[in-house]
C-alpha cells in the first residue's frame, strides 16, 4: 500500500481538508499537462473532476489498494479520458506523443498506474457484462465475491452447497465467455 492511500480513502469518506489538498497539489500540474496536449481550461476542469469521480467509484467499497503515488494514478486517468474524448469530438492530431509528458510526475512510476487504470477499466467491463446475466447468476457472483464461506452462502441463498458450486461454475462460464467475446470484439 502506497502512504497516498490516504487520498483514496478522503474521496471515499469525502474528507473536505484533504480533498482540498488534492486540487491545490494536484490540479496545476495535471491541467498543465492537458493545456499542453491541446485542452482548454473548462476541459482540463471537467477531466479532473470526472477523473476523481472514477476514483471515488473505484474505492467505495473500501477495497482498492494504491501501490503507486496518487498523482501518477490520477494523471494516468487524467489522460486517458483526454483521449477518449478526442476520440469522441474526432480530433485527431492535436494530441503530441502521450508519453511526453511525465516531467508533471515526482517520480517515474507509469506502469503501476497503468496497471491500475487497466484493472479499472477491466472491473468496469465485467461488472457491465454481469448486468446481462440472470438474476440468479448475478446474485450468486456478487454474494461468492462477498462471502468467505461457500458453505454459509448456500445456507444464506437456500441451496446445497453442491448446487451453489455447480451454479457458480456455470454462471462464471457465461460471464467469462461474454468477456472474451467482447474483447474478440474489441
Not at 22 to 28: F, H, M, N, S, T
Not at 52 to 77: N, W
Not at 110 to 129: C, I, K, P, R
Amino acid at each position: 500500500m502506497h502512504t497516498d492511500q490516504r487520498y483514496i480513502e478522503a474521496l471515499r469518506k469525502n474528507d473536505s481538508v484533504l480533498l482540498s489538498e488534492i486540487y491545490r497539489k494536484y490540479a496545476p500540474s495535471i491541467t498543465a499537462y492537458l493545456k499542453s496536449k491541446g485542452a482548454d481550461t473548462e476541459e482540463c476542469g471537467d477531466i479532473f473532476q470526472e477523473s476523481l469521480i472514477d476514483i471515488f467509484k473505484l474505492a467505495a467499497d473500501g477495497k482498492f489498494v494504491l501501490t503507486c503515488p496518487f498523482e501518477a494514478f490520477l494523471l494516468l486517468i487524467c489522460k486517458r479520458k483526454w483521449i477518449n474524448l478526442l476520440k469522441k469530438k474526432s480530433r485527431s492530431g492535436v494530441t503530441k506523443s502521450l508519453d511526453d509528458g511525465y516531467q508533471y510526475l515526482k517520480d517515474n512510476t507509469d506502469a503501476e498506474a497503468s496497471a491500475h487504470a487497466q484493472q479499472m477499466e477491466q472491473e468496469a467491463l465485467v461488472m457491465e457484462l454481469l448486468e446481462q446475466l440472470s438474476e440468479r447468476c448475478r446474485e450468486i457472483i456478487r454474494a461468492s465475491y462477498l462471502s468467505d464461506s461457500q458453505q454459509k452462502l448456500a445456507e444464506q441463498l437456500g441451496v446445497s452447497y453442491a448446487y451453489l458450486r455447480k451454479k457458480k461454475s456455470i454462471c462464471m462460464s457465461e460471464l467469462i465467455e461474454l468477456v472474451n467475446h467482447n474483447r474478440h470484439q474489441s
